[in-house]
């Protein structure tokens, strides 16, 4: 690091996409929204950082883009954090129940002991009442029709007007904000302010734009990642749904799998199988195990021949 | 630090008075609980570790009562660090929603998605009904009378009852947990893992147990104070009540009329605090600082007479 | 959760085949080692821990090992972070300075202000001394011959004993012990307790006992992997072997390959590399592309054909 | 929150003052410096980020420095973490070994297992070697006198010499750089970009411009804060100066003994200090005790007389 000392003024590093919509709200479900309050960094950002650590060793990856995707590539978190993005999100409570689970992040979250509570609760069409889904225990699959989500719909109005009736006399009789609240509905919205860096909006992003994550939180997710953060940091965004969003994991017995089955090998392949207890069959049918149907899962979408 | 490869086989830490009570909850609220699950260390592990830090230098201060006094008045955080502890919790989802704000924990919670919402939700008694407070506009006092506080109590138990109804009527009919819960009350209980180490958690009862935090959570904080971490890390306990709950901070400002009112300059004061914009007057009367009134009310608790 | 006040006194968890080296070093380099002091919980907690979430619903996945298995899988990391260990390391500071930079963890470390610093400075063995690597910017590769590595050794007696008689005489004048230290060599001992969740721990893991880290710190994970962690919670061990170090993971673009390569459309194959950007020729040569390069060596692996 | 989804745009809130000077170099030690990389925020959001939180409940103390100073003094600290700052900073290894035990920042170092060291030690001059102090096991105090301390640099410089020698040579032999680097001195230079959030450098502030901080870090926080923080939020930065730097915390105990002290019930405090323990005597003589060695320097900065 030669001219440690001859540093040139610096200008903030800006990104023209992202100042052109801050402050403006991209709206989510039916009463809720997102947008960018502030942020500081951006692709360059990363790039600038790697090369503190690599000093001049970096010439060799040094063109942007294919330092970005191996940064990301092969997990080097930090350069990614040394990007920070300030969103404003309104949001149904049960909805933010989930999203406050990730820690790495700084929130201030509208208070209802302090203030009232936002009067509006989020409500679903008749149209967009899901059922239970029976593979997965803890998702959704398929809608009701209208006819039966028409009196679902009904049902939730009189149950929102009626609570937050029952909130506002407390408040009127003068019962204590933080207690009046303690009836009202999960799908009450709030809203925060809720600032992350980069790397840890993406690990967010992936873990909430995933299929199994529940619809709501779904689409919050899906609005910051494709308005937000593709605007933000396009290089990154671009290597993150390379190498992470649409990428797949292979375990050490599935990599073995997998190698003989690309060489043609299916009677090795199965006898593997076996011995590693995928195969059990009782009263002459192959028996569920999770961990070979989701081999077979990715052995389909492989488009490779299954041979069991 | 001789012999630092003579290393003796090591017994696990155990304090009797904590493994006593495993497993069993503490009630809290009308429906909740706390239980202590599992622990790592004591007070013993404090002064341990600290003695990590200071090698053979540690001799001086090498009572243990002494160094844990030592380690917590200076906030030498990192020993108190070394103990962690696992409770079962069992809580409105109201009150979780403040105290999952605490973020360096780790936390397993029950999910509504996966299993059918805990069929429980938090009940106030007719005298249980908590005022707006005027000087707190976060915080509540008082109590409604009783007659008041019935008709309020009705109202609870009917928006109870209809909310869980629906909810049943969803679950029924098909609707996927994660959606059909949308609309159960904040009071709705819950429950989770939540382990900590004692130094977060004593920052956790420092402000949960403090006047101003919401009663409910103040009773959670309470019995883990009182019931819990006393048994545990008693010494610690006891620096803890000494250094934290029960001590004062005093500004910089706050300093300097202190030492000149308990040298009885009285005249001198009140010209600081003219100067320092605390003694201003509207239609001759005082008008209100916040800064002049906390610093009053301290003075008034250390019985020392203000001069203005 | 029926029966939820109903809880019968618990035991505290003891893993016997931790308990049973509770306390013993394990060495490492020439003169660093590893020790567990305490820990809390087992795969016993992990189980533990997701049946608070799933309530109920857990049945279908309850076999424990399917479980641990299922969670480490799918990233639902919250169980692992419910065990924790705390270890006592002596290892160089050089080594400590990548170690320390896993933040999600707690330590006290000896302290060189307090105390005198520790007398030992890792030693190189003649046969020990490591070539720069030319592939890997970061890395070694290959020894040098015992004789090169005999100089070298005898340069690095020369270097520690300077240094030491330099920091004696330091201390013996009478400077200040944060002063003193200021030139001891990186390779100085230090000693730390260091205390993490098991979450933390395989993450921690699955980076430091990767090939590319440095050989000193790997030594350090593999004896926390192999005697450590596998004597602790085996099973959560073996998953972790299964889905995390052995495992690889393919991008979007290269499961587009491998599906073709499976199918033995080497044609079509070389196409879409064309077009992603990954044969380019400069006077007939291929040159070189790192991505392409990474998955020619996952090919290789898999004993698939490269098209190209 | 009425009108919620008639945002307008906003501009980023940018701190000419801080602009002014971004990437400018502040020199610390010998050959150290810190510069402002970027930040996100400012005193105006902090009191943005509150009235979040607050709603429309905020009139009442509307006014910004009120707000700030309140919500500082009251430890609501996470509207301070809505402001962020990335530093570039050039510092000795071992100052750096105390800086990175702050967990709470983004860190990006330079990397001596990528590129060549750094070539560059921290020098001591003559007058600048340190005596240990005598009271203070971990500190030190007062100057050896420039003849001493002349022979003192002349160590330095020779065992700088002879490590960078030696750590040329090994390079030269191509010896790997992870390896080479083992024997530098710990005073060697590093440089790394920091981010960090405003609470948190706040903390790291009042922790390490400290008296009782080793010198060498204590000029970097003094520069940051009074060069950078000052600033960036001036508003933050007088009450943190007020409420933080150079406040006073009294615990229990010392509370009694003060308003008996302030009241002239001199004998009674003389009682109390009694039974706490903290007048024992040996052969007629005081024993030292830490906790009234502690209170009485209290009172002796407020100029309150000491009753035995």
Redesign the interface.
């Known amino acids: 690091?030669e001219n440690?000392?001859k540093?040139?003024?610096?200008?903030?590093?800006?990104v023209k996409a992202l100042?052109d919509?801050?402050?403006?709200?991209f709206?989510v479900l039916d009463d809720g929204?997102v947008?960018?309050?502030?942020?500081?960094?951006s692709d360059q950002?990363i790039v600038?950082?790697?090369r503190?650590?690599?000093?001049?060793?970096?010439k060799?990856?040094s063109q942007d883009r294919?330092l970005i995707?191996?940064l990301l590539?092969h997990?080097h978190t930090?350069?990614f954090?040394?990007c920070?993005i300030?969103l404003?999100i309104?949001i149904?409570?049960?909805a933010w129940?989930q999203w406050?689970?990730h820690?790495?992040a700084?929130?201030?979250?509208?208070?209802t002991?302090?203030?009232?509570a936002?009067e509006s609760?989020?409500t679903?069409n008749p149209d967009q009442?899901?059922?239970?889904?029976t593979d997965n225990?803890?998702?959704?699959?398929g809608f009701?029709d209208s006819e039966?989500g028409s009196e679902?719909t009904a049902?939730?109005k009189?149950?929102?007007d009626?609570?937050r009736e029952?909130y506002n006399?407390?408040v009127a009789?003068?019962?204590?904000?933080?207690?009046a609240?303690?009836?009202?509905?999960?799908?009450?919205y709030t809203?925060?302010?809720w600032?992350i860096?980069l790397h840890n909006l993406l690990h967010f992003l992936e873990?909430r734009m995933e299929k199994n994550a529940?619809l709501e939180i779904r689409e919050y997710a899906s609005t910051i990642g494709n308005e937000i953060v593709k605007r933000w940091a396009p290089i990154a965004w671009e290597a993150f749904?390379?190498?992470a969003?649409?990428?797949?994991?292979?375990?050490?017995?599935?990599?073995e799998l997998?190698?003989l089955?690309?060489?043609g090998k299916f009677e090795e392949a199965k006898s593997s199988a076996i011995n590693y207890g995928w195969l059990n069959y009782k009263n002459d049918e192959l028996t569920f195990n999770?961990?070979r149907w989701?081999f077979e899962n990715k052995m389909n979408?492989?488009?490779?021949q299954i041979p069991w």
């Open positions: 690091m440690e000392n540093f040139e003024k610096l200008e903030p590093i800006r100042d919509i801050l402050g403006i709200p709206k929204f947008r960018v309050v502030d942020y500081l960094g950002s600038q950082a790697a503190v650590s690599y000093g001049k060793g970096t060799q990856i294919g995707r191996y590539r997990r930090t350069p954090e040394m920070e300030k404003h309104r149904p409570m049960d129940r406050i689970r820690r790495t700084n929130v201030n979250e509208y208070s002991r302090y203030s009232l936002i609760a989020q679903t009442w899901r059922m239970q889904s225990k803890q998702g959704s699959s009701f039966i679902m049902d939730e009189f149950i929102h009626k609570t029952i006399k407390r009789q003068g019962v204590a904000r933080e207690q609240r303690k009836d009202l509905p999960l799908s009450t809203e925060a302010y600032k860096d873990l529940q749904e390379e190498y969003l649409n990428s797949k994991e292979f375990s050490r017995f599935e990599l997998l190698s089955l690309a060489n999770m961990e989701e979408d492989l488009k490779i």
